[in-house]
């Protein structure tokens, strides 16, 4: 679990986020929906350790902590372009402390997900597609046993056999863990999502429980225009 | 016996990200064959600039030494070193940055200033091919050969942890101020004039006997001329483990800024 109590974050004289409370709940697909520039990756990088709040607390309870926080960011980032797909996962699953055996162990579990792993395992990561690199580095965070991760832009640019490969990954990931997504592809979103948060003037202004595209596109229309 | 048993398994786990680390990256330069190829071009060239232009000739008398072009080397390669050593952990740092896996270990079981020592080890090794590549050249076009001693050795890697330390700095000054490119050139460049690895008054390297590259340039140099070098290699010792100790706190100090004030996730 992580809670996020009346977190500010401020940048020279700007308020990104202020006093946002958020509790993130394990075995659980969260999804933050709002337009661009409303603070999505500032909330993503406080919840990484990778900014600092200005002012309230965020509390990683029962057994998670900062460190289990992965962020994958938006576009093929996130990876080792001149070493090979084998090379990146084993290297970041060394990274979180775990043994090649575990590794091996939750390659051979997940790749039931992806099986297309045997074929990309021994090539060079920057020959992959843009889609492909995306599911390589879910892969690796889900294979190095991160207890949180954060998708940004989860969906932007996967084709639908690349996208339903990442729905069956989430879905599988989510037990246990704690999984935050950004994205502006509604239909994903409502397939995919338990909790979606509507974040705006740096708040969660709205909330919603398995909504349906319909749904999670009115409360959007209504709130963002 | 608990306690015992979970800080082996800690150091354990640490010591695998640092060597997965190394062969990571020695992978990553094999994998760019050609930059052994220019990198040993551009050695040779300018050493031939060097040893054709005489550069080194005073070292011959500074330190009653008749083959001064084998004290020109020394130099050179020690320079050559220390600008691996100090640029390694800042290209890395900016190009991780970049490409957004820099998140992923600042978050790794491993400390991010460890990790970045192990990525400038195997700079350094791949560097030991670029080496006796031009070792054998200078050998074979200027008659040039190095005597082997430890002490050389030894204080080429207490350099190269002092200069890793000053590295470690601009790193962290890389991520607050996001492009030093050029300042990277600047000191790289100034390097060569200021720390004796082409001669260089006196009243410079008095100052500039705090950066680990002059000392070193002393110490091997008084070494191979068969002069007592003892002090100087001692100083060489407390002057690198001093900016190694240097370069980790405000690297530290330069990240915790960069969380408060958002540059580490937009660079």
């Given at each position: 679990m992580i809670q996020l109590h009346k977190v500010s974050c401020r940048f020279d004289k700007n308020y990104i986020l202020k006093d946002l409370d958020l509790d993130l709940a394990p075995n659980t697909i969260h999804t933050v929906v709002a337009p661009n520039g409303t603070g999505k990756t500032t909330l993503f990088g406080l919840l990484a350790d990778l900014n600092i709040p200005t002012s309230g607390t965020i509390d990683y309870q029962n057994g998670f902590s900062k460190k289990d926080v992965v962020l994958l960011l938006a576009g093929d980032k996130n990876l080792y372009m001149k070493n090979t797909v084998k090379e990146n996962v084993y290297f970041f699953g060394i990274l979180r402390g775990l043994s090649k055996k575990d590794i091996e162990k939750n390659i051979t579990f997940y790749k039931k997900i992806f099986p297309q792993y045997d074929e990309f395992q021994d090539k060079l990561t920057e020959i992959l597609s843009y889609g492909q690199k995306r599911i390589v580095a879910?892969?690796?965070?889900?294979?190095?046993?991160?207890?949180?991760?954060?998708?940004?832009?989860?969906?932007?640019?996967?084709?639908?056999?690349?996208?339903?490969?990442?729905?069956?990954?989430?879905q599988e990931a989510k037990k246990d863990r704690i999984i935050i997504l950004a994205s502006h592809d509604f239909y994903f979103c409502s397939e995919i999502s338990n909790q979606i948060y509507y974040l705006k003037e740096g708040q969660i202004i709205s909330k919603g429980s398995n909504l349906t595209r319909d749904q999670l596109f009115e409360e959007y229309q209504k709130l963002f225009g | 016996m608990t306690k015992v048993h979970e800080l082996s398994g800690s150091v354990?786990?640490?010591?695998?990200?640092?060597?997965?680390?190394?062969?990571?990256?020695?992978?990553?330069?094999?994998?760019?064959?050609?930059?052994?190829?220019?990198?040993?071009?551009?050695?040779?060239?300018?050493?031939?600039?060097?040893?054709?232009?005489?550069v080194g000739?005073?070292?011959?008398?500074?330190?009653?030494?008749?083959?001064?072009?084998?004290?020109?080397?020394?130099?050179?390669?020690?320079?050559?070193?220390?600008?691996?050593?100090?640029?390694?952990?800042?290209?890395?740092?900016?190009?991780?940055?970049?490409?957004?896996?820099?998140?992923?270990?600042?978050?790794?079981?491993?400390?991010?200033?460890?990790?970045?020592?192990?990525?400038?080890?195997?700079?350094?090794?791949?560097?030991?091919?670029?080496?006796?590549?031009?070792?054998?050249?200078?050998?074979?076009?200027?008659?040039?050969?190095?005597?082997?001693?430890?002490?050389?050795?030894?204080a080429f890697a207490f350099c190269?942890?002092?200069?890793?330390?000053?590295?470690?700095?601009?790193?962290?000054?890389?991520?607050?101020?996001k492009r030093i490119g050029s300042v990277m050139l600047l000191v790289q460049t100034g390097l060569l004039f200021i720390t004796d690895t082409i001669p260089t008054s006196e009243a410079v390297t008095n100052i500039t006997k705090l950066i680990p590259l002059t000392c070193c340039n002393r110490v091997i140099r008084l070494c191979l001329s068969g002069k007592s070098y003892?002090?100087?290699?001692?100083?060489l010792i407390v002057i690198s483990v001093l900016w190694f100790a240097i370069g980790n706190l405000l690297f530290k100090v330069f990240v915790t800024r960069a969380k408060k004030r958002g540059n580490l996730l937009h660079y």
């Open positions: 879910l892969f690796s965070a889900i294979v190095s046993e991160s207890k949180c991760i954060i998708l940004d832009e989860a969906a932007e640019g996967l084709d639908i056999s690349n996208l339903q490969v990442l729905k069956e990954l989430l | 354990i786990k640490k010591a695998n990200a640092f060597f997965y680390e190394i062969n990571m990256e020695v992978k990553t330069s094999l994998r760019y064959r050609f930059s052994f190829v220019s990198d040993l071009i551009f050695f040779v060239i300018f050493m031939a600039v060097l040893i054709s232009g005489n000739m005073s070292f011959g008398v500074k330190y009653d030494y008749e083959n001064y072009k084998v004290l020109t080397l020394v130099g050179y390669l020690a320079w050559t070193v220390s600008v691996e050593a100090m640029s390694s952990s800042t290209s890395k740092v900016s190009m991780e940055l970049t490409r957004g896996t820099f998140y992923r270990k600042l978050n790794s079981i491993c400390s991010i200033q460890l990790l970045l020592l192990a990525n400038m080890i195997s700079s350094l090794l791949a560097e030991i091919i670029v080496f006796v590549g031009l070792l054998l050249l200078a050998g074979f076009l200027w008659q040039i050969v190095i005597p082997f001693h430890l002490s050389i050795l030894l190269t942890l002092g200069m890793y330390g000053l590295g470690l700095l601009l790193s962290g000054m890389a991520i607050h101020l003892f002090m100087e290699f001692i100083w």
